[in-house]
């Protein structure tokens, strides 16, 4: 079994900053891709970031380059979204996904976490 759980959420002035945290409970692979995904009301699901641990490749949507940054932790089984200069259209809900032995750019996912609520204010 492998459990996704995302935290770090909250509201924020715009201009500030937040770093969300995607846990892997019970079980984790050494090597795979994973994606933090934001969805916000009337828009499209957006694929914002994916790491993968086979190759330490990154790849970051345009709306969030130079703002956002992906890292991962193996020892705690952990992947952080860094979010900076938060502007109000970074609004959403956001969700990680992950496959094993994937890289990025990835397009299927095996396991998905819940999400969790970014609210940035002007």
């Known amino acids: 079994e492998v459990q996704l759980v995302e935290s770090g959420g909250g509201l924020v002035q715009a201009g500030g900053s937040l770093r969300l945290s995607c846990a892997a409970l019970v079980f984790f692979f050494d090597d795979y891709a994973i994606s933090w995904f934001r969805q916000a009301p009337w828009k499209e699901r957006e694929d914002v970031s994916c790491?993968?641990?086979?190759?330490?490749?990154?790849t970051y949507a345009d709306s969030v380059k130079g703002r956002f940054t992906i890292s991962s932790d193996n020892a705690k089984k952990t992947v952080y979204l860094q979010m900076n200069s938060l502007k109000p259209e970074d609004t959403a809900v956001y969700l990680c996904a992950a496959t094993p032995w994937g890289y990025c750019p990835q397009y299927e996912y095996d396991y998905w976490g819940q999400g969790t609520q970014v609210t940035v204010s002007s």
């Open positions: 790491y993968s641990s086979r190759d330490d490749g990154t």
